[in-house]
């Protein structure tokens, strides 16, 4: 059984109960018609919610804000912020794997001063240079990987 099969019998249940405090209400005692009241509304609710209306109505709220341009978690001076700050730390670590990258390239630990660098971009360039037989995908490589470790 799905949920709004579920929902709709269960307004129904509370439906009859309200007819049925109704009824008490006007024969037996008032007090029922008192107790009529929040099944009731309880049933109009669980209807509501079976049929899809509360759904639509929901969306509908939420295009209508958002056409109006309400705030939302990523509008508004916080919003912005936030955004700012996410695509910083994803700059910062797209870097660092860059970075570690360009090491794995040159062979080198990443504790590695720029002398070494040097060094290990001239061995590498021996080995991998169009000219000497190497492939230029692989020269191309290092040579990225020189410039992005060695200092401007």
Not at 20 to 37: I, K, S
Not at 64 to 89: F, I, L, S, Y
Not at 115 to 131: F, I, L, N, S, T
């Amino acid at each position: 059984m799905n949920g709004r099969r579920l929902l709709g019998a269960l307004a129904g249940v509370f439906a009859t109960l309200t007819a049925l405090f109704v009824l008490l209400g006007l024969t037996v005692t008032p007090v029922a018609l008192a107790l009529a009241v929040p099944f009731g509304a309880t049933a109009y609710f669980l209807w509501y919610h079976a049929s899809g209306r509360l759904a639509d109505r929901v969306a509908a709220s939420v295009g209508d804000r958002r056409a109006r341009g309400a705030r939302d978690a990523t509008t508004g001076p916080r919003g912005e912020r936030r955004k700012r700050e996410r695509r910083a730390t994803r700059e910062r670590r797209e870097a660092e794997a860059a970075d570690a990258e360009a090491y794995r390239v040159l062979g080198l630990d990443p504790a590695a001063d720029d002398a070494a660098v040097e060094d290990a971009y001239r061995e590498k360039v021996k080995e991998v240079h169009p000219d000497r037989g190497g492939d230029e995908r692989a020269f191309r490589e290092v040579r990225e990987a020189y410039e992005r470790l060695s200092d401007p």
